[in-house]
Every structure is written in C-alpha cells, then in structure tokens.
C-alpha cells in the first residue's frame, strides 16, 4: 500500500496519560499535515511540516502536544497529559509541493482518541 | 480569516437521482481553491474535486461537478445520478493560494449524504 498510513487506528486511554501517534506520509512527499476532527465537525488544521521543518503551528496546538518529523520522513504526535478534550479523530496528510497551490493532499485513514 | 458554510447536515436521496450538497465561503484573499472530499465510514478523506478562484469554466470529475458561483461566494458540489456507495460525510474546504501560504485547508462541517436503494 502507498498511501498514507496511521497508527494506531484507535487508542483508549485514561485521562493524565501520555499517548502518541505515528504518520507515514507517502514516500516523495515533502510535505505532512497534522488535523484534528470532533465528532460533528469538519478537520481543523494544527500544524504541518516542509521536510524536517515545522512551518506552522494552530493555536489548538497547546503546549501539551508536540509533533515531529525528525528525517523529513515520518511523523510523530505526541499528547502529554490527556484530557477528555482530546477525545477526536486525528487525521494526517502529506503533499508534494512544488510550488503556489499545486500540492494536492492525501490523507490517511486517522487516529481514533477515546480518553476516559 | 477563512470560513466554509455548509448548511445541509443530513440529506437523504433516492438512488440514481441528482444531488447538489451546498457550500458558500468567504475570504478577502482573490486567489483561491475550493475542494470537495468525501469521508467514508473508514474516516479517510477522499479527494473529489477542485476549483480553483481564477478558473473561469466549473469543474467536472466524472459524476462529480461543482457549481462555481464566484459573486455569491458559493461553489456548491452536484453529483449526478447517484449511487448506494456515495453515502458519506461531504466536505467543502478552502485553500488560499498564496506564495509562501502553507497549502492548509479550511473545511466546513460537512454534509451526511444518505443515498435511498
């Protein structure tokens, strides 16, 4: 399979704990984008990274979570101290981008969080 | 700042019928792409089918067309003849096309679509 893989597809977890969650972009793409969808709503964008480099972060990006790209390869989310807040689908994209407007993003299938 | 409307929450259609699920945007910005996607039950989003501000003719992807009405800020998605697998959540999302802009999108919160046997 060449498009993009999550994992794990869902996780339980008990409020306070650390959870993370791994992307594996599609293998030329440059570009991997982290979004979160609450039950209801359409995805809401967090952050994204060119390569290594982490390019933007969402305000909805609290201190508590932290992502990374560290070979410009795959990626990591981590959430430090759950919350029932957190509770959503996270979703994660990847493009290659060449230029203004031409990256088409392909997603994955999503991390399902359910914190108790 | 960009936002997506979608005011259907639910449709429900008969098979074989036409659908047009609806979508207006706004943005200051002039240049522009608006997208459509699909999310099964599986959670993927599924690409469907793009428009971009400055293109002057709608947007056609097989059964999928948009319907790009760029004074009324709307760019509503018609799938024509209906088929039992497209019951699904539909979503409408904005990018704006900027020359260092990120290629984020902006979605709005989606339409189930319920297609009738």
């Known amino acids: 399979d060449t498009g993009v893989s999550q994992d794990p597809r869902h996780k339980i977890t008990k409020r306070g704990q650390n959870v993370t969650f791994r992307c594996d972009p599609i293998s030329e793409h440059n570009r991997l984008y982290w979004y979160r969808q609450t039950l209801g709503q359409g995805p809401e964008f967090l952050t994204y990274?060119?390569?290594?480099?982490?390019?933007?972060k969402s305000r909805l990006l609290s201190d508590r979570f932290s992502a990374e790209r560290p070979k410009g390869s795959f990626s990591t989310l981590e959430i430090q101290r759950t919350e029932q807040g957190d509770s959503a689908m996270y979703l994660c994209?990847?493009?290659?981008?060449?230029?203004?407007?031409?990256?088409?993003?392909?997603f994955g299938e999503g991390s399902r969080l359910t914190v108790l | 700042a960009q936002k997506i409307t979608q005011t259907q929450p639910g449709m429900f259609v008969q098979e074989k019928e036409a659908v047009t699920l609806d979508c207006t945007y706004d943005t200051s910005d002039p240049s522009y792409g608006l997208f459509w996607y699909k999310q099964p039950s599986s959670g993927e989003m599924i690409f469907l089918i793009y428009q971009g501000s400055y293109d002057e003719q709608n947007a056609t992807e097989g059964r999928y067309s948009l319907n790009f009405q760029k004074a009324r800020k709307s760019a509503n998605l018609v799938i024509s003849a209906s088929q039992l697998g497209d019951s699904a959540m539909y979503f409408c999302a904005m990018r704006l096309l900027s020359n260092f802009g990120n290629e984020k999108l902006t979605f709005g919160t989606g339409t189930r679509l319920t297609i009738i046997p």
């Open positions: 990274f060119q390569n290594e480099a982490q390019l933007e």
């Open positions: 994209a990847s493009s290659l981008y060449r230029g203004r407007g031409t990256g088409e993003l392909f």
